[in-house]
């Protein structure tokens, strides 16, 4: 069953009903202002970060769910309604929303009153602009109030959640005309402030919610909408919000165009003003000048309509395959974009206050992204570096506002420092910026530790290579790319909660995983130390990767696929000799993304043992048998019940591991196979099931062990995204970005036909066509080049040219 449809000409998901299964949602912003927004109008505004410059109020766990957003009240005749139907949940005659690159639409009817509203946030500016059409679509008069609402967040949100006994003595405000700030805070530390306006006299106003609402009354009917009468409340303390009423008179056919901005506004750090207690507004007269009228309105979305057209067609693919085209040409790129923004801090299942930026999640989402923002990427690459510590190791996460390593986590998962050679060998070959490998980089963020990057991509190799288990296999740490699987975890009494970190970790638990991992990008960190012209370094890397390549074969191989790791007993996870828990993912997708065991034979024993043990119609599980109670040994992972999350659920995460997998033995049917089984538009259809948005890649499906198997949770920040993109341009349809140039080797299955690819890299836009004449899975037997025979599938690359014809022939 379906709630709406794709419109790819209009690069939209057109939701037809309110009624959705979940909140469907979409983000506004591209740079420092975002805003998250549901198809009911719910969702929160921030300002770079939405722990710690959190503008608007939302509130997780709510009653009804999502029942705070940026809403807007119409009272015709006393009828109330919301163009997005909540909160007032009153039926509309009709409705539609659109969820666009970076806007949304809604656009509804009730009683013969249109409204459209279209919310965006402008490419360059740190505001939101809600663009509201009314029309009269009956053959009466019509006498309606419009009312606004947002509740203003005290900007930490955290503390906003806890700290009542201080929060609700300094909540204030300032009106001024049609504009209420938000000042709250302004007064010791923070210069900032916020402000909703709208481009027209108000007829009254509120900023104390709770005088809006009424007593004890929830926001979907306040008692101002419904006496039509704002009560021009001034807040103090308390509660602050912003409402606007603004009376209408539309006669048949009329329409009006209002324009409300919600804005955000810093003080310059020289700042002379000394007006105790008011604010400087210049900041925000400056924004509501850009943003006044519906023309500069119009304009700014032109604009941002024109951003996402540049980042789209940097790749784009014409193909036989419908779904194809359109996630990886719209869909697959703005979820990667949205991850460059978020990592994983706020989304709709994650708060915004836990989790920031992730050191892996980070340097993974880069793989998405990177071809759209190279200078962007190369940044995040220096604010990520820069939070590592001078072993080598690293701070699981960092704040997005500060670039600061997040104490309250700390460090200790052992992948999270080959994700950085990740990075920055995907920057390397998609740019041939060699320049960054020099730039100066401090550890741990601390002034006078700088050291170039590549000094940084050796420690990290090199806290690998120093950090080996008693199989010779990489120690696992507090976890790998699972942050579940704690092997070391122990617990002084039975019975006692896990504990992975402090004095009870283990020291001796090892991953295959990483192991796996420390072979794929031991070979890059070779290449890039070649390139960095350390061949003496080059040699000795490739000879540790070598090593492990053989310890992999040695003690990580279990028979017919490759173990997961060994306990801090050393007792094997994810044998056959084991109970439950016997054949994980991690390690098959990896290692033979690493190449181990092809020329062996192995990765193709791995990959079926996969497909006949992992496989579900919903897409590949992490692991099987479920874990069936909670082992001490093996931590978090067994702490869920069966079927969720990383105890057997189907992280959509490692699925792409598995299909490029499957590419590197030749397996282009294969390796389409299990991309359809989770790709969003090719289950569009079963949105019952899977429950979250039909246009992005969830986190987590529930396996075949939940009693739910097929829905899906934790929606839109998740390494997926980034990932399925790598799967589908790079292994499937075979651009890959190499150190030389574009390297072309697809491997798709039989039936794909011919193709064409538009890229653009490295300055130069690239015009390419795969012929298949004989329906082959992988091979390409030589290009040409704009009209020259090219042996090998490398595309020569010419610095200066801006152009390049290609014609790839499989065969
Ligand atoms: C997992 C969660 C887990 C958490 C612990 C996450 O990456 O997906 O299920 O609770 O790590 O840190
Ligand atoms: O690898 C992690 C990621 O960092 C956060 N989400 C879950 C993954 C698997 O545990």
Redesign the pocket.
């Known amino acids: 069953m379906k709630f709406g449809h794709f419109d790819d000409e209009a690069r939209e998901y057109v939701i037809t009903t309110p009624r959705t299964p979940l909140p469907w949602i979409n983000y506004l912003g591209s740079q420092d202002f975002f805003s998250l927004i549901s198809n009911t109008g719910g969702g929160y505004s921030f300002y770079k970060d939405a722990k710690l410059l959190r503008i608007t109020r939302y509130r997780y766990n709510d009653i009804p769910n999502d029942s705070n957003g940026k809403y807007y009240y119409i009272n015709d005749n006393g009828t109330i309604w919301n163009p997005g139907f909540m909160p007032s949940r009153t039926k509309l005659d009709s409705y539609e929303c659109r969820h666009g690159m970076g806007y949304t639409r809604f656009k509804s009817n009730k009683n013969g009153l249109g409204a459209e509203l279209l919310a965006f946030v402008p490419v360059d500016a740190a505001c939101e602009v809600n663009l509201l059409t009314l029309e009269n679509t009956s053959s009466e008069e019509k006498n309606f109030s419009l009312f606004s609402y947002v509740e203003f967040c005290l900007w930490n949100a955290m503390d906003d959640m806890t700290n009542f006994q201080r929060n609700l003595s300094i909540g204030e405000v300032e009106i001024e005309g049609s504009t209420i700030y938000h000042k709250t805070e302004y007064r010791e530390r923070r210069n900032h402030y916020s402000f909703f306006t709208v481009n027209t006299p108000v007829d009254g106003y509120d900023t104390s919610r709770d005088d809006f609402l009424g007593l004890g009354n929830s926001n979907a009917v306040p008692d101002a909408v419904r006496d039509c009468k704002c009560r021009n409340s001034v807040a103090s303390g308390w509660y602050p919000a912003a409402v606007h009423q603004i009376n209408l008179t539309l006669k048949p056919g009329e329409k009006k165009s209002l324009v409300f901005l919600l804005g955000y506004c810093e003080n310059p750090s020289d700042n002379k003003w000394e007006k105790p207690g008011v604010i400087r507004k210049d900041g925000a007269h400056e924004l509501i000048r850009k943003f006044h009228t519906e023309e500069q309105a119009l304009e700014a979305f032109a604009r941002l309509n024109q951003y996402w057209t540049e980042l789209l067609s940097r790749y784009t693919v014409q193909s036989s395959n419908p779904h194809i085209n359109r996630m990886a040409n719209i869909w697959n790129q703005y979820q990667c974009m949205v991850t460059f923004n978020m990592s994983r801090s706020a989304s709709y299942y994650e708060s915004g206050t836990g989790r920031g930026m992730g050191f892996r999640d980070s340097c993974q989402d880069l793989l998405g992204f990177v071809h759209l923002i190279p200078a962007r990427a190369r940044e995040r690459i220096l604010d990520i570096a820069s939070t590592q510590f001078a072993d080598g190791s690293a701070y699981h996460q960092y704040q997005p506002l500060t670039k600061k390593g997040n104490l309250d986590i700390g460090s200790g998962f052992n992948d999270d420092p080959l994700w950085l050679i990740a990075a920055v060998a995907a920057y390397l070959k998609e740019t041939g910026d060699t320049s960054i490998l020099d730039a100066q980089v401090p550890f741990d963020c601390k002034p006078g530790t700088e050291e170039p990057l590549f000094e940084h991509l050796r420690r990290s190799f090199r806290y690998t290579a120093d950090h080996l288990g008693p199989h010779r296999l990489p120690l696992i740490g507090r976890a790998d790319w699972n942050?579940?699987l704690n092997l070391n975890c122990f617990s002084s009494e039975p019975g006692e909660p896990f504990q992975t970190t402090g004095p009870s970790e283990g020291p001796v638990a090892e991953s295959v995983f990483i192991a796996g991992m420390f072979v794929k990008y031991g070979k890059e960190f070779a290449k890039i130390s070649k390139i960095y012209g350390n061949d003496q370094l080059s040699e000795t890397v490739s000879k540790e990767v070598q090593n492990m390549y053989q310890t992999i074969l040695d003690a990580g191989w279990d028979g017919e696929w490759f173990l997961r790791a060994y306990d801090a007993n050393s007792e094997k996870v994810g044998s056959s000799e084991c109970k439950e828990g016997q054949i994980f993912i991690e390690p098959q997708g990896f290692c033979v993304m690493a190449g181990v065991g092809v020329k062996e034979g192995l990765a193709k024993k791995a990959l079926d043992s996969v497909k006949e043990r992992l496989d579900t119609k919903y897409g590949v599980m992490i692991l099987q048998p479920a874990y069936s109670q909670y082992y001490l040994n093996l931590g978090?992972i067994s702490s869920?019940p069966p079927g969720y999350?990383?105890n057997a659920g189907i992280f959509c995460h490692n699925n792409p591991w598995v299909s490029i997998a499957e590419t590197v033995i030749g397996r282009g049917n294969r390796a389409y196979e299990i991309y359809s089984k989770t790709c969003p538009s090719c289950i569009e259809d079963i949105s019952e099931i899977h429950r979250t948005e039909p246009y992005v890649y969830s986190?987590m499906v529930a396996g075949a062990d939940a009693a739910r198997h097929g829905e899906a949770k934790n929606s839109w920040l998740t390494g997926t995204a980034a990932w399925t993109f790598v799967n589908l341009s790079q292994a499937i349809l075979g651009i890959c970005p190499d150190y030389e140039g574009l390297r072309i080797d697809p491997c798709v299955p039989e039936s794909f036909g011919d193709f064409t690819i538009t890229r653009t890299f490295r300055d130069a836009v690239y015009h390419i066509e795969i012929k298949n004449p004989s329906n082959i899975q992988k091979g390409v037997t030589h290009l040409n080049v704009d009209g020259t025979e090219v042996s090998g599938n490398v595309i020569p690359y010419e610095k200066d040219k801006k152009e390049y014809f290609v014609t790839a022939y499989m065969g």
């Open positions: 942050d579940c978090e869920y999350k990383e986190q």
